[in-house]
RNA sequence: GGAGAGAUGGCCGAGCUGGCUGAAGGCGCUCGCCUGCUAAGCGAGUGUGGGGUGAAAAUUCCACCGAGGGUUCGAAUCCCUCUCUCUCCGCCA
């Protein structure tokens, strides 16, 4: 969310940035309600000046033994016209809060310009496109001849689009968590977190989630929880409405969680495989920072996410998301992309991005700055450090050999009790 | 699921027979003094959000004692609803 001051002293900024998404709001509506908020505001806390005063003098007269039957009668008038004016009010703040909660975040100055995905700059290009001399597989063929994943028998037990790994391909899920959690944690400098994978509806609103995209998630049935599409979500809201130490700062934490996702409007896509899955393993890190570094902390945390696929020898690039393309909370994002060779593309893997102090004012996550007054709001960021079923389907598809065998990475053989190749 | 207790400032903790209590006291923090060093000691200051005036420093007003309603001229204090925490019983991996 964005300050309401901000908005109001900013308007046709905002709107231009807006603009540069492809988005707009109802700023005549705001414009209006905002004005009037602050007549009505002024005109109750007169009244309330006055109702203060007077209630104090009949504590006085009371006190004295007077008999204070005037000014009584007529607080009960001042009181009632309170009341009424306080509902306006607050029906004032609704409608310009329920503007506020759907404008997105505004761009960094350094967010690329651009209409939508297919604008968006590569920054670099790590490793070379692995090379095969014969015709690669995909990697769900491979995987299910390989009797390591099995996509059929997964809708049997719930439907589309969930994963059901076997032997060494649920291994190697769970090595890939713990290999990612170890650098995170112990190369680093991430403190290790396992949240609750299902988050309540002001956790959701606090990262941007709700309510704008309710539709993106599962909820539960009876209850006003959620689960989570990432691990962004209960992490953030770690420190809601904390006030924390500046010298903690940056805090940094890396969690594993499962992600759900509904995956609404994207029927059609990816309907094969491991790229896109209502239920996927993802490491995630997050940060809260001091404002003024909080750029640095967003290049280290891309580079920490690289580091897993440096690591693991899979060729990517990443690139700068332009303004069309950036998520509603961030102010700037970077995805890694991953080489797929079977289509011969690079495919999302993991998505860096700071969000500025947009979280961090819907969560009330603030700092006290030494030896100055009052408080500031954190800067949050995340990324994922990284996506582990993609991360899967890479190694399958990059390291298959021509017999349909595939070699593990060197870096994950000891997280596999010493595995070196995979084999039907 | 049943019975009870509680939620107060950065933290701990009074107040809760309604009226200078934004809130005692302590800790912490900041500044100053003192002191061979450290520790201790002494003095002052120290919440958040919003509005008005002002170039600013500042000043003034309003709100906030888990959240939301209600009673009242007036609520941290009384009533209702909800959330969370704790204790006992039941159930349970």
């Known amino acids: 969310m964005l300050e309401i001051k901000f908005v109001r002293q900013n308007l046709s900024k905002v709107q231009k940035a807006l603009s540069t998404r492809g988005e707009t709001a109802d700023f005549e509506t705001f414009k209006d309600c905002d004005a009037r908020r602050r007549t009505v505001l ?114 049997k037990i719930t439907g589309a689009r969930f ?22 944690t112990t190369e680093h400098g991430y403190k290790e977190v396992l949240p609750p994978f299902i988050v309540n509806r002001q956790s959701m609103i606090n990262t941007g989630q709700l309510p704008k995209f309710a539709e993106d998630l599962f909820k539960l049935e009876g209850w006003d929880y959620f689960m989570i599409p990432t691990a962004e979500v209960p992490v953030t809201n770690i420190h809601q409405n904390e006030i924390l130490n500046e010298d903690l700062l940056p805090i940094m934490y890396a969690a594993y969680t499962p992600c759900f996702r509904s995956e609404a409007g994207s029927y059609g896509k990816d309907t094969r495989g491991l790229i896109r899955q209502h239920q996927f393993n993802k490491v995630e890190l997050v940060k809260f920072a001091r404002p003024e570094t909080s750029y640095d902390e967003l290049e280290k945390l ?50 860096c991005s700071n969000f500025e102090s947009f979280q961090a004012r819907r969560a009330n996550i603030r700092f006290r700055k030494k030896g100055k007054k009052g408080t500031e709001l954190v800067h949050t960021l995340n990324g994922s450090g990284i996506a582990v079923g993609r991360t899967v389907a890479a190694i399958l598809e990059n390291y298959q050999q021509a017999d349909g065998s595939v070699i593990i990475p060197e870096a994950l053989r000891s997280y596999m009790g010493g595995k070196e190749v995979i084999r039907p």
Not at 302 to 313: G, P
């Open 42 to 155: 002024l005109e109750i806390e007169e009244l309330r000046h006055r109702r203060n005063v007077v209630s104090e003098q009949i504590a006085g007269m009371k006190k004295e033994g007077k008999d204070a039957n005037i000014l009584v009668v007529e607080m009960r008038d001042v009181s009632a016209r309170i009341k009424a004016l306080d509902k306006s009010l607050s029906e004032n703040e609704e409608t310009i809060n329920n503007i506020l909660i759907r404008i997105p975040n505004i761009p960094h100055a350094s967010v690329p310009a651009g209409k939508d995905d297919s604008e968006n700059p590569i920054v670099r290009q790590i490793g070379k496109r692995t090379e095969f001399e014969f015709v690669p597989k995909a990697h769900w063929t491979l995987g299910e001849s390989l009797g390591i994943l099995d996509f059929d028998r997964a809708s």
């Open 163 to 184: 994963p059901l790994y076997f032997g060494a391909g649920a291994r190697m899920e769970r090595a890939l968590i713990n290999f990612m959690l170890d650098i995170h």
């Open 302 to 351: 891309l580079n920490n996410a690289e580091t897993i696929l440096k690591r693991l020898e899979l060729p990517y690039q990443i690139i700068s998301l332009c303004t069309g393309d950036l998520g509603f909370s961030a102010a700037k994002t970077y995805d890694i992309e991953v080489w797929m060779p079977e289509q011969g593309v690079y495919r999302e893997i993991s998505s």
